[in-house]
Nanobody, 119 residues
Framework: QVQLVESGGGAVQAGGSLRLSCAAS????????MVWYRQAPGKQRELVAS???????NYANSVKGRHTISRDNAKNTVYLQMNSLKPEDTAVYYC?????????????WGQGTQVTVSS
């Protein structure tokens, strides 16, 4: 059973930084992609950043240049370094891990961690 455990959320003032971590357990494979999503109150869940097995990254325009995603394949852990935080970054952040096994796609989710940015 794959489990994703997020940590690092909290409350911070605008301009501050936070580092989110997501540790995955229960899989014998290194995930093909690890992704951070966020969902603000009353809004749809949106992709924040993703990183694949080879280290290729993708970012939402709203966070480019401010946030950095990275991963440690040996530890099956993904990080999201968030700098220059803005009130509009306030949301619940979710970790998602994707793996393809025998041509089948498996997607796993963490429980979410709250990030609150005050002005």
């Amino acid at each position: 059973q794959v489990q994703l455990v997020e940590s690092g959320g909290g409350a911070v003032q605008a301009g501050g930084s936070l580092r989110l971590s997501c540790a995955a357990s229960g899989s014998t494979f290194s995930f093909d992609a690890m992704v951070w999503y966020r969902q603000a109150p009353g809004k749809q869940r949106e992709l924040v950043a993703s990183i694949n097995r080879d280290g290729n990254t993708n970012y939402a325009n709203s966070v480019k240049g401010r946030h950095t995603i990275s991963r440690d394949n040996a530890k099956n852990t993904v990080y999201l370094q968030m700098n220059s935080l803005k009130p509009e970054d306030t949301a619940v952040y979710y970790c998602n891990a994707v793996e393809v096994v025998a041509d089948r796609l498996y997607s796993y989710w963490g429980q979410g961690t709250q990030v609150t940015v005050s002005s």
